[in-house]
């Protein structure tokens, strides 16, 4: 039996009518973000394609890493509520936030908060910070980080900061002694990428010793808006780490998604991914690429080092 996980990211969904009134909004990084959405991706993408091939895989669940809004308006939070309504509801999809998300400080209510359905741990203790949080899914244990933090005009970096990654150790051991196919959830991966420091996690470091001694069978993140394929020294061998491409792209990217086969035999995790990408004459999605990586069981180890990251394969 084996469970299927989707993942997209990056969808930048078109700036809903009237959201940019009053102008009054754009200001400061806002405004250089406006800019670049003018130059980039004013144009709206139509997501009835992609919403139709996600419902087509017979996916069991469904993972959004970030970076739903451009300019991070309350209208663009409210409207992306509405499109993941659309995608599936909350014990079929989980989110985590993306740097467009957090391109300003908006209130937690009016802005990222707004996804808390999506986002709620499913045993959430009186006064909880909101991540990392904890979903279980048949045998995967999704586990949700922000990297999602305000910036300077200029970065689109990110940062998990202290209590986060005070947080993850024990989770991802709890999750461990269960046995579950532990799936980690972030927007910024925990290496270099395409754009160098400027666009990196500023913590990531820290990030990579953790996964390092405690362990996660998989590592999946979006934000440099190509597949990306990098692993990470773990206790019981390589974590794979995963990113997607943008879902809604425009230009010269192909828009695209990951479709995850998870399945357990008795040497450990077996784990399928396919890159699904939208064909520019038909608008259908089609299988770019196939690969098959076998896990072993997680144990506990101290050590843990970064890989580098590279394109995937396409």
């Known amino acids: 039996m084996s469970f299927i996980l989707?993942?997209?990211?990056?969808?930048?969904?078109?700036?809903?009518?009237?959201?940019?009134?009053?102008?009054?909004?754009?200001a400061g990084k806002r405004l250089l973000a406006y800019l670049a959405w003018r130059r980039k991706r004013q144009r709206a993408v139509p997501s009835d394609a992609l919403l139709a091939d996600i419902a087509a895989s017979g996916a069991d669940h469904i993972a959004v890493t970030g970076d739903l809004t451009n300019l991070a308006l309350p209208a663009?939070?409210?409207?992306?509520?509405?499109?993941?309504?659309?995608?599936?509801?909350?014990?079929?999809?989980?989110?985590?936030?993306?740097n467009h998300d957090a391109t300003v400080a908006v209130p937690w209510a009016a802005g990222?908060?707004?996804?808390?359905?999506?986002?709620?741990?499913?045993?959430?203790?009186?006064?909880?910070?909101?991540?990392?949080?904890?979903?279980?899914?048949g045998p995967l244990a999704l586990?949700?980080?922000?990297?999602?933090?305000?910036?300077?005009?200029?970065?689109a970096a990110g940062r998990l900061g202290a209590a986060q990654l005070a947080r993850l150790p024990a989770l991802l051991d709890a999750m461990g002694r269960e046995g579950l196919f532990r799936v980690v959830l972030v927007h910024?991966?925990?290496?270099?990428?395409?754009?160098?420091?400027?666009?990196?996690?500023?913590?990531?470091?820290?990030?990579?010793?953790?996964?390092?001694?405690?362990?996660?069978?998989l590592v999946l993140h979006g934000?440099?808006?190509?597949?990306?394929?990098?692993?990470?020294?773990?206790?019981?061998?390589?974590v794979p780490v995963l990113g997607t491409p943008q879902a809604l792209a425009t230009g010269r990217e192909r828009p695209g998604w990951q479709l995850h086969r998870i399945s357990r035999g008795g040497e450990g995790w077996q784990l399928e991914t396919t890159l699904r990408l939208q064909d520019p004459a038909t608008g259908a999605f089609r299988d770019a690429r196939h690969w098959t990586r076998r896990l072993a069981p997680s144990v506990s180890s101290e050590a843990g080092s970064s890989c580098g990251i590279h394109p995937a394969a396409r």
């Open 143 to 155: 586990i949700g980080l922000s990297s999602a933090v305000p910036t300077m005009p200029g970065s």
């Open 188 to 217: 910024h991966p925990p290496a270099l990428g395409p754009g160098g420091r400027r666009k990196a996690l500023g913590d990531r470091a820290a990030l990579r010793g953790i996964l390092g001694r405690h362990g996660a069978e």
């Open 223 to 238: 934000h440099h808006h190509v597949p990306l394929q990098d692993e990470l020294p773990g206790p019981a061998g390589p």
């Open 112 to 137: 990222i908060g707004t996804w808390q359905a999506w986002m709620t741990d499913d045993a959430p203790a009186p006064g909880a910070v909101p991540f990392p949080f904890l979903h279980r899914r």
């Open 76 to 98: 663009e939070f409210a409207a992306a509520r509405d499109w993941l309504e659309r995608l599936g509801p909350p014990d079929r999809l989980t989110v985590v936030p993306g």
């Open 6 to 26: 989707a993942h997209l990211s990056d969808l930048h969904l078109p700036v809903p009518p009237g959201a940019l009134r009053p102008l009054g909004q754009l």
